[in-house]
């Protein structure tokens, strides 16, 4: 399979993830939605000409922090009922049309197939920000990712993700869920490339501050417990690469709750079949009341 086509089936697959209730109705831009639209704002600081853009020192720089932590205050500002009680698929839709009015044939083929870069994420309560990095990863959509939680009036802004990257053209789709009375946000991404893996974050919300901080859900050695799990994703059948049929990995949120269990999956090495397909291991975790392990 060729990277390009690789890439295709990724954004492919996530599309219809993300988008598949749109693909049989008519997308429009509602007037009520167009007049709560309000542009994300961009992340702006000089870039350092020392320094490539994969490098990770560019994370570090000095006008870099001081840049994000004024990007917070600014998502703080995002106050607005009428922002806040539109649909993030409505609100999407007008910031790619730039009008109200019925997206045509071409435009729902864009606006489905790459070529918008969705911005924001999220329910009525909890929003989630992707922001462009002007300076880290730029060829492989470099951004940091943000989630507003929305209480008593009030909006509490926190960077959730420093320094994310993809080749895939639409960069996370969100999941919620309830763990006794504390919320649980997934992000969950896709690297692309030949090979993808599929990554997932977890976050809940500070009683105190009202931000968002990691849900450590996951072991991590013998004593380390973290809010992040990988595990390689499937670009044909299961039974391609060896395995059940009905085997999907990483899916951690079930009806609104975390499962007992989820499967990942890693590479055994080896091949099998007259095609010399690769074979994949599945690796089942379980909750014990405290965590994955």
């Known amino acids: 399979m060729s990277t390009k086509l690789s890439q295709l089936t990724i954004v492919f697959l ?63 500002k995002f106050t607005g009922d009428d922002w806040w009680k539109s649909s993030v698929e409505d609100l999407n839709v007008c910031d790619f049309r730039q009008k109200a009015g019925a997206l045509s044939e071409s435009e729902t083929q864009d606006y489905q197939s790459g070529a918008y870069f969705f911005k924001l994420f999220g329910n009525r309560q909890f929003r989630i920000i992707v922001a462009e990095d002007p300076c880290y990863q730029t060829g492989f959509n470099g951004a940091n990712i943000f989630l507003l939680n929305r209480t008593r009036g009030k909006v509490f802004a926190a960077e959730i993700i420093d320094g994310f990257f993809t080749r895939t053209d639409l960069p996370l789709i969100e999941g919620f869920a309830r763990h006794g009375s504390e919320p649980v946000i997934e992000i969950a991404t896709s690297s692309g490339g030949l090979y993808p893996t599929l990554t997932n974050y977890y976050f809940t919300i500070d009683k105190r501050t009202h931000r968002a901080i990691p849900k450590n859900l996951f072991q991590e050695g013998k004593n380390k417990l973290t809010n992040q799990i990988t595990s390689l994703m499937l670009l044909e059948d299961a039974e391609a690469y060896g395995l059940p049929s009905k085997t999907e990995p990483l899916k951690i949120i079930k009806n609104g709750r975390l499962a007992k269990s989820f499967d990942i999956l890693t590479d055994t090495g080896e091949t099998f079949g007259k095609d010399n397909h690769q074979k994949f291991e599945r690796l089942t975790l379980s909750w014990n009341g405290k965590f994955y392990k």
């Open 14 to 76: 996530l599309l219809s993830l993300f988008a598949a209730p749109h693909l049989s109705q008519k997308l429009v831009c509602k007037s009520s939605a167009f007049a709560a639209l309000r542009p994300i704002p961009k992340l702006r600081y000089q870039c350092r000409e020392d320094l490539n853009d994969y490098d990770d020192a560019v994370l570090r720089q000095p006008n870099r922090k001081k840049a994000l932590d004024l990007y917070i205050k600014t998502l703080e």
